[in-house]
């Protein structure tokens, strides 16, 4: 983990300066998940020397540290000192290097321990922070998201800035950057500031043009006159959709016919969603292609793009390999570069927009190929592949712990689920075993994000009471905020769930995790249980597909729940947030179809009618066609206010942004 970058030059009239990069990692990051501070010292004739330079940094700052004095020829120590909440050194770790050096860079690797020494003399210790001797460290941006969309430029901007309260501080100073289209790195923040006693900031209070753009934003804490650093800064786009394919302020519903010919996607353009256009990469029949769908701007362009799974293409690899596609803007769909395949995998069965893995401002995309059987039959692999300026790249693939049949990658979803600034990677292994007693169990793997990408080891999260065939982790959705703590929450589906654990019943069940700061490993869920009344035998699988959004503009998370086998005709169901959770019972369920229907089979949230208010889409796939159900400030309606794509044969992926 990189924690400081500083540039030292030698003495004048020496030997050319050569650049020497101090870094900071930490040999084992969860010992030091405690340490809020890094004293980073300079010290003359190498360690326990003349301390000549120091300045503190805390965790989460952007700031570089300033470069200090030219260094003259000699030995010096290059000491890092981390302290916890309680003001107390938790590590110390000095390097010597002798100067001038030809090493371009210098790492300081950081072992932390049990707490020592009190770091703040006479000063006062607070939340980690010396008071008075410490300047105002910076505070956590809790919220937008790096690289969110704030919505529709024809709706009322309800975006707020909101950050934590920073120790110590008693006001801050907001700052935002100029339109910028390349990476968080090279969009910096305005030179002007804002500031507020409060600890957010409507997004209007900063008088900015309407219009679609992408910008960085930041904030530093100050006490009295005297500010600390900013806090890393984050891209936003403002005044876009993340499912507006055109750039005209609505979004577009795509819906995946992957069973016509080798599949094709439908694109109604919003508001009016009328005859739709189509993208066809002309496959092989049996393709699927559509059978997932995603769509969001990948490269801040402004116009969304769209991701497709044909996940029984044959491709390079061998049959039934699987492609995936990507049409930029609603362009002509083109094959994406995903590396080495195997056949009879499967990419492309699960396809999802996970939010900014690596903070560059840019949103990243994860694909499933939930049948991979590299180390063991049908174990699955996810490939990750990074958004930029010039679309996506950097192929990733990530496995772990392969068993046979576990389809690791069979859902898959991302958000910031620590509060870290960085989305995490949520991956769906609902066929694997958890014990004899328990096949097809289920589990879900978060992979953390982080500067330099993903964790190779994720968080395993298993279900409290394992069920055979319970498929935990069948579905996931990541709710950007239910409870307003500016942490994402993540939602898992278990539609295989039955009170008696019966195999032949399959009623269903949804699990809601609340995100937190050091993860979710101990979290009790809240579990959604089915509301509806089947007969005995019957198996709703309510929970097999779940979305997210805000769809009554109040600025929190709700979710949509589908259970395609509830009788007669299927259902969808809508839980709006009730601050810290959602009731137990759902706010509505959208209308009932004609029988055998299987309403609610795949969903989609997003703002079609660009009012600001979420709507949601629902495929009734027994009926080949899409429900549309628009948002207003009571919820989605109840009735669809849409019926589309009669005799198109609607059985697949639905989207109407990430």
Same mark, same amino acid.
């Not at 083109?334 to 893995?357: F, I």
């Not at 949601?616 to 628009?630: D, F, K, N, Q």
């Given at each position: 983990m990189r924690v400081i970058a500083v540039t030292f030059l030698g003495c004048l009239g020496c030997a050319p300066p050569v650049p020497l990069e101090w870094t900071v990692s930490l040999s084992d990051p969860s010992l030091c998940a405690g340490v809020v501070a890094y004293e980073a010292r300079i010290e003359r004739d190498g360690c326990g020397g003349e301390v000549v330079y120091q300045v503190t940094r805390f965790r989460g700052a952007s700031e570089a540290l300033p470069t200090p004095d030219r260094l003259s020829p000699g030995r010096w120590g290059f000491r890092v000192r981390a302290r916890d909440a309680d003001c107390r050194y938790v590590a110390d770790r000095c390097i010597e290097r002798q100067l001038p050096s030809d090493a371009p860079a210098l790492d300081v690797d950081v072992t932390c321990g049990a707490p020592g020494e009190l770091g703040c003399a006479a000063a006062s210790c607070e939340e980690g922070v010396c008071v008075e001797v410490d300047p105002p460290p910076p505070p956590r941006l809790a919220w937008p998201p790096s690289a969110h969309a704030t919505g529709s430029v024809h709706a009322p901007r309800q975006t707020r800035l909101r950050w934590d309260r920073a120790p110590s501080a008693t006001r801050y100073e907001v700052s935002l950057g100029p339109p910028c289209d390349g990476p968080a790195a090279d969009c910096p923040p305005g030179a002007s500031t804002v500031p507020t006693d409060?600890?957010?900031?409507?997004?209007?209070?900063?008088?900015?043009?309407?219009?679609?753009?992408?910008?960085?934003?930041?904030?530093?804490?100050?006490?009295?006159?005297?500010?600390?650093?900013?806090?890393?800064?984050?891209?936003?786009?403002?005044?876009?959709?993340?499912?507006?394919?055109?750039?005209?302020?609505?979004?577009? &519903?795509? @819906?995946?016919?992957?069973? +016509? $010919?080798?599949?094709?996607?439908?694109? #109604?353009?919003?508001?009016?969603? %009328? *005859? =739709?256009?189509?993208?066809?990469?002309?496959?092989?029949?049996?393709?699927?292609?559509?059978?997932a769908v995603a769509s969001a701007d990948v490269n801040g362009d402004g116009r969304a793009?769209?991701?497709?799974?044909?996940?029984?293409?044959?491709?390079?690899?061998?049959?039934d390999a699987g492609r995936v596609f990507v049409a930029r803007g609603g362009a002509?769909?083109?094959?994406?570069?995903?590396?080495?395949?195997?056949?009879?995998?499967? &990419?492309? @069965?699960?396809?999802?927009? +996970? $939010?900014?893995?690596?903070?560059?401002? #840019?949103l990243d995309v994860a694909l %499933? *190929? =939930?049948?991979?059987?590299?180390?063991?039959?049908?174990?699955?692999r996810v490939v990750v592949l990074f958004g930029s300026a010039g679309g996506l790249e950097r192929p990733t693939a990530l496995s772990y712990e392969s068993a046979p049949s576990a389809a690791f990658g069979a859902a898959l979803a991302g958000g910031d689920l620590d509060g870290d600034g960085y989305a995490d990677l949520v991956v769906g292994e609902p066929g694997r075993s958890l014990g004899a007693s328990a096949p097809e169990g289920g589990r879900v793997l978060v992979f953390r994000g982080g500067p330099r990408g993903l964790a190779a080891v994720p968080e395993v999260i298993e279900p409290s009471s394992p069920q055979p065939v319970l498929r935990f982790g069948q579905a996931l959705a990541v709710l950007p905020d239910l409870d307003g703590d500016g942490i994402a929450d993540l939602a898992v589906g278990a539609p295989g769930w039955d009170p008696a654990a019966s195999p032949d019943r399959r009623v269903g069940r949804v699990f809601v995790y609340s995100g937190r700061r050091g993860g979710l490993a101990g979290v009790v869920p809240q579990e959604l249980a089915s509301p509806i009344s089947?007969?005995?035998?019957?198996?709703?699988?309510?929970?097999?597909?779940?979305?997210?959004?805000?769809?009554?503009?109040?600025?929190?998370?709700?979710?949509?729940?589908?259970?395609?086998?509830?009788?007669?005709?299927?259902?969808?169901?809508?839980?709006?947030?009730?601050?810290?959770?959602?009731?137990?019972?759902?706010?509505r369920f959208l209308d009932r179809a004609a029988a055998g229907a299987e309403l609610g089979a795949a969903l989609g949230v997003g703002d079609l009618?660009?009012?600001?208010?979420?709507?949601?889409?629902?495929?009734?796939?027994?009926?080949?066609?899409?429900?549309?159900?628009?948002g207003e400030p009571s919820g989605p309606l109840a009735a669809p206010s849409l019926m589309l794509g009669a005799g198109l044969g609607l059985r697949g992926g639905v989207t109407l942004g990430r």
């Open positions: 409060a600890n957010e900031l409507a997004l209007d209070a900063l008088a900015l043009p309407r219009q679609p753009e992408r910008r960085a934003w930041t904030v530093r804490s100050c006490r009295g006159d005297a500010c600390g650093p900013f806090a890393r800064p984050r891209v936003i786009a403002l005044d876009r959709l993340d499912g507006d394919l055109d750039a005209d302020g609505y979004a577009d &519903l795509l @819906a995946g016919a992957p069973e +016509v $010919g080798g599949g094709r996607v439908a694109r #109604f353009a919003g508001p009016a969603a %009328g *005859a =739709p256009t189509f993208l066809d990469p002309g496959l092989e029949a049996s393709a699927r292609f559509g059978l793009d769209v991701i497709v799974g044909a996940p029984f293409a044959d491709g390079a690899a061998g049959g002509a769909p083109a094959p994406l570069e995903t590396g080495a395949g195997s056949a009879a995998e499967t &990419l492309g @069965a699960a396809v999802a927009v +996970v $939010g900014d893995l690596d903070g560059d401002g #840019f %499933g *190929a =939930p049948q991979h059987a590299e180390r063991a039959t049908g174990a699955g089947g007969s005995p035998a019957s198996g709703e699988r309510f929970g097999a597909a779940l979305a997210t959004g805000d769809l009554n503009g109040d600025g929190r998370s709700d979710l949509v729940v589908g259970a395609p086998a509830a009788e007669p005709d299927g259902a969808a169901l809508v839980y709006l947030s009730a601050g810290l959770r959602f009731d137990a019972a759902p706010s009618d660009g009012d600001g208010f979420d709507d949601v889409a629902v495929i009734a796939r027994g009926e080949e066609r899409l429900r549309v159900y628009l």
